[in-house]
């Protein structure tokens, strides 16, 4: 079986759990880890080998790159500079995570512990599914968007891309949320959220629009 020897870019604690996801697939060999200023958290269980500087990746054999990045803009601008330099995005898929055969994964995609992605969903590039997240059958999310931990979106639902769908936030069938949106913690949305939109509550209102 080749083995795929991945830079991570990030070195926070999200890289601790996307660290941890990488390993469990016995095709990665994870070489180290960079950040903007070339320190890294506690315990991050992986060397902090320099600055986000995509050359390092030939210094020490890397072809593929993963960004371990919770900032939705920085993670984008992060994988085109990482793609410009010719490094392949890997995956980083936690072995507790569950996803249909039926589902398109994009590439950089985080599949956390206990995330559950079903049938005919859709995920863009750079996409986060995060711990315990559910996306339910027939969704599509679009590049760079984050599902925080214990979301739940309901069948059909559409987020758009550089969208935040907050902690806990619940998403009712077949609502779209827009282009750049964030969905507050622990909210319930059961209405279409206009792009780069902030809402919250129960049931979800808009509080600001950027």
Same mark, same amino acid.
């Given at each position: 079986m080749p083995v795929m020897k991945v830079l991570v870019f990030g070195a926070g604690g999200h890289a601790r759990v996307c660290l941890d996801a990488l390993r469990d697939d016995p095709r990665i060999q994870v070489v180290g880890c960079v950040s903007a200023d070339g320190s890294g958290v506690d315990h991050l269980d992986a060397p902090v080998i320099g600055r986000d500087d995509p050359g390092i990746a030939a210094s020490v054999g890397a072809t593929h790159a993963f960004i371990a990045i919770g900032d939705n803009e920085i993670r984008r601008r992060v994988t085109e500079r990482c793609?410009?330099?010719?490094?392949?995005?890997?995956?980083? %898929?936690?072995?507790?995570?569950?996803?249909?055969?039926?589902?398109?994964?994009?590439?950089?995609?985080?599949? *956390?512990?206990?995330? $559950?992605?079903?049938?005919?969903? %859709?995920?863009?590039?750079?996409?986060?599914?995060? &711990?315990?997240?559910?996306?339910?059958?027939?969704?599509?999310?679009?590049?760079?968007?984050?599902?925080?931990?214990?979301? *739940?979106?309901?069948?059909?639902?559409?987020?758009?891309?550089?969208a935040l769908v907050g902690i806990g936030a619940r998403v009712i069938p077949g609502v779209s949320i827009g282009e750049g949106a964030v969905v507050g913690a622990g909210a319930?949305?059961?209405?279409?959220?206009?792009?780069? &939109? &902030? $809402? $919250?509550?129960?049931?979800? %209102?808009?509080?600001e629009r950027r």
């Open positions: 793609l410009a330099a010719g490094l392949t995005m890997v995956i980083a %898929r936690a072995v507790s995570a569950v996803v249909s055969p039926s589902v398109q994964l994009g590439s950089g995609t985080l599949l *956390a512990p206990g995330a $559950v992605v079903n049938a005919a969903s %859709r995920l863009g590039e750079g996409v986060i599914v995060n &711990t315990n997240a559910t996306v339910d059958h027939d969704c599509l999310v679009g590049a760079f968007a984050h599902i925080a931990p214990a979301v *739940a979106l309901a069948g059909g639902v559409e987020v758009g891309a550089g319930v949305v059961i209405d279409d959220v206009e792009p780069f &939109t &902030t $809402v $919250v509550g129960v049931p979800a %209102r808009p509080v």
